[in-house]
Nanobody, 119 residues
Framework: QVQLVESGGGLVQAGGSLRLSCAASGRTFSRYVMGWFRQAPGKEREFVASITRSGGSAYYADSVKGRFTISRDNAKNTMYLQMNSLKPEDTAVYYC????????????WGQGTQVTVSS
């Protein structure tokens, strides 16, 4: 299995930027499709973005398209989420996850990092 640890969350004003990191250990990081998810208070967890094993393709939720960029560095066993033009509605706990054992199923999760965007 793989262990995941997020970092980089914090408090930022609307319009600002943050960069989240997800450090992986355990099994070979490059074998996993990786994703970012978020959960706001009182809401269900939702998909934010995902990236293929090589990093060659990425997919985004409509709500973040054009503002967020997902990337990965397999040599460093790390995935990133660059978040620009942040909005108050982006406030949530952000989780990284590894897709396993089948497409669309994420069985490995980090503990989450809080992102708060003030208006």
């Amino acid at each position: 299995q793989v262990q995941l640890v997020e970092s980089g969350g914090g408090l930022v004003q609307a319009g600002g930027s943050l960069r989240l990191s997800c450090a992986a250990s355990g099994r070979t990081f490059s074998r996993y499709v990786m994703g970012w998810f978020r959960q706001a208070p009182g809401k269900e967890r939702e998909f934010v973005a995902s990236i293929t094993r090589s990093g060659g393709s990425a997919y985004y939720a409509d709500s973040v398209k054009g503002r967020f960029t997902i990337s990965r560095d397999n040599a460093k066993n790390t995935m990133y989420l660059q978040m620009n033009s942040l909005k108050p509605e982006d406030t949530a706990v952000y989780y990284c996850a590894a897709e396993w054992p089948s497409p669309g199923r994420y069985d490995f999760w980090g503990q989450g990092t809080q992102v708060t965007v003030s208006s």
